[in-house]
């Protein structure tokens, strides 16, 4: 094997291992996204807004609370999805509308 098959070799390796971190990475990224958003939605309003949630009294306005920081958690992951696939639709667009002339399209 020549000197720079092996250098071919070594860099699809890396090319592999580098992969399976990005990958890992974003598993990992997204388990711990949706066990905060869980707990934020679960326990968060009684963290966050402790002072001025009386627990012994949620009938009355205090359940008002827990519901808008509960709502407000799931709507804003929800715009930056949004957001992303509407960046992501914007940069898929692009190229499908300069079809090469010798593809057919007019």
């Known amino acids: 094997m020549t000197g720079l098959e092996q250098r071919w070799i070594r860099a699809r390796q890396k090319e592999r291992v580098q992969r399976r971190a990005r990958i890992a990475l974003i ?3 997204t388990l711990l996204l949706l066990a905060g958003l869980t707990w934020l939605v679960w326990r968060g309003p009684y963290v966050i807004d402790a002072n001025y949630i009386n627990r012994t ?3 009355k306005g205090s359940a008002a609370l ?5 709502t407000a958690v799931v709507a804003f992951p929800a715009a930056l999805g949004a957001g992303i696939a509407l960046l992501y639709t914007a940069r898929t667009y692009r190229p499908t509308r300069r079809a090469p002339h010798w593809a057919g399209v007019e």
């Open 27 to 29: 598993a990992a990224g």
């Open 57 to 59: 009294e949620l009938m």
């Open 66 to 70: 827990v519901t808008g920081l509960r």
